[in-house]
């Protein structure tokens, strides 16, 4: 068994142990007390007894009891021993201590008989109540074994859960990639052919928005500034493919620049934009992402001049579904901070914004 949890609730705490030294005391001198006075056929023997019994149990074999426990694993000889010699040391001291204020230590203890005294029985309830805790020491131990092993077995099937989720957010984001490569490509070999600086240029574009783009497929989480220079490189190089002007304008305050998101988040607008929003009359493509801290969410804007997607019949604009890479993106959104994000789309005519929630989390500081 590992090391013992430190979340787990110790019922064995010295707290609870008082508690049960509390419980065996008190049953110990009821006993004491209905013994002497069985024996001296005297019932005010009961009050006598109880309160000064009490006390030695207590103080003799509970407090010997909670210090072994406290100390060491002891074992259950040195629990049985150890309280009845602390519960009888206490009772002779509290003889002792009556004689001496009464005047009569011989009497008390040579006339006195020894039921009354306590000689015999204090002994044996020292050592059920080191028994007794012993006991209840062994079934904490059980419990803790059994809770241990139900926390690791949630651990278990929490890991696993988690790295289900985090290869289905894998096979999610190589899915978003590999129609723009080819088309890229594809276009890239005419333009060797055609136009060999041009295509020298969209080469440049292609290298640079590679070295961006390949983090993504290794991490969960990217800086912000790190996924608007992807966004840049993929416009450019767009841009220089289509032969169509494509601009982003950014507002995002510093602070906010290095906070972790979604690989591909703003990349998955920017190809909405594209593919439904470039304006029809073949002017540029303009872009505007903005980001703003609200109470506990990061909330991302981007917006475009084109016509946007067009609406599902009967939806609302932020219901609208954006096609299969929004889809996909609330779908990894999911995975990620569960029901904590959302993505909306609205008409802007004209244009599209595409508004991306998420929690908010404290912005990793910049690397030099």
Known sequence: MSA??????????????EGYTLVLATIG???????????????????VQVVPTTLVMM??????????LRRTKAPLWLLLVGPAAATTASMLAMVLMRAAWADRAVD??????????????????????????????RARQRERAAWQAEEA?????????????LAQLQLLQAQIEPHFIYNTLANLRQLVKLDSARALQMLDHLI???????????????PLRDELALVQAYLDLLSERMGRPMRMQVDVPDHIAGI?????????????????????????????????????????RVQDNGAGPPAAPGSTDA??????????????????????????????????EAVLTLPWETPAPQQR
């Open 29 to 47: 001198a009821c006993l004491v007390a209905l013994v002497a006075a069985l024996a001296t056929r005297n019932p005010r023997m009961v009050m």
């Open 4 to 17: 013992i949890d430190p979340t787990y609730p110790e019922t064995g705490s010295p707290r609870a142990l």
């Open 59 to 68: 103080l003799g074999g509970g407090a010997a009891a909670l210090w072994l």
């Open 260 to 300: 972790s998101l979604l690989p591909g988040a703003l990349l998955c607008f920017a190809e909405n934009a594209v593919k439904h929003g470039l304006p029809e009359d073949g002017s540029e493509l303009k872009l505007l992402v903005s980001a703003r801290h609200l109470g506990h969410s990061l909330v991302l």
């Open 208 to 222: 640079r928005y590679f070295k961006l783009v390949l983090p993504s497929f290794r991490e969960d989480r990217l």
């Open 108 to 137: 008390l203890i040579l006339a006195r008989p020894l039921v009354e005294r306590g000689f015999v029985s204090a002994p044996l309830l020292g050592a059920l109540i080191g028994a007794g805790l012993w006991l209840l020491e």
């Open 319 to 352: 219901s609208r579904p954006g096609g299969t890479g929004i889809a996909n993106l609330r779908e990894r959104l999911r995975l990620l901070y569960g029901d904590g994000a959302s993505v909306q789309l609205y008409n802007i005519h004209p244009g599209c």
């Open 153 to 165: 077995a949630r651990a278990r099937e929490s890991q696993s859960q988690h790295e289900r989720g």
